[in-house]
């Protein structure tokens, strides 16, 4: 018999204790329903939709960028050249692309110009 109450007692104490916290179908004690969410699904599809959208509109306009730049380089930039072994400044000079300034004119500075193109200054 006291078996017989104690195996009652604890029937009656699993029952009183509630349901299982696994089961989804339970009340949720924060006040919303723990049952599968359609609207939050839904909410995530359209967000990682959206992200995917803005991923493949960033990579088409780097892309366009890129195109762009390179047409830009090959229709106005010259590759820089070097000097020909033949084309060299003479002794003295160095190469530059600057002319001498008025100011150094005064103090004797001469540029040249070689049929290249290559400029010489004494510096």
């Given at each position: 018999?006291k078996r017989?109450?104690?195996l009652?007692?604890?029937v009656v104490?699993?029952?009183l204790?509630?349901?299982?916290?696994?089961?989804p179908?339970?009340p949720?004690?924060?006040?919303?329903?723990?049952?599968?969410?359609?609207?939050?699904?839904?909410?995530?599809?359209?967000?990682?939709?959206?992200r995917k959208?803005?991923?493949?509109?960033?990579?088409?306009?780097?892309?366009?960028?890129r195109?762009k730049?390179?047409?830009?380089?090959?229709?106005?930039?010259?590759?820089i050249s070097?000097?020909?072994?033949?084309e060299r400044?003479?002794?003295?000079?160095s190469?530059?692309?600057?002319?001498?300034?008025?100011?150094?004119?005064k103090?004797?500075c001469k540029d040249?110009?070689?049929p290249?193109g290559?400029?010489?200054?004494p510096?």
């Amino acid at each position: 018999m006291k078996r017989f109450h104690i195996l009652l007692l604890a029937v009656v104490g699993i029952c009183l204790s509630g349901c299982p916290k696994d089961d989804p179908y339970t009340p949720s004690p924060y006040g919303y329903d723990r049952g599968y969410d359609y609207e939050r699904d839904e909410y995530y599809r359209k967000r990682d939709y959206e992200r995917k959208q803005d991923i493949k509109e960033e990579r088409e306009r780097l892309e366009r960028e890129r195109k762009k730049l390179e047409r830009e380089r090959q229709e106005y930039g010259k590759p820089i050249s070097t000097p020909s072994p033949k084309e060299r400044c003479p002794s003295g000079f160095s190469p530059s692309e600057r002319k001498c300034s008025s100011k150094e004119r005064k103090n004797g500075c001469k540029d040249m110009r070689l049929p290249g193109g290559l400029g010489c200054v004494p510096r």
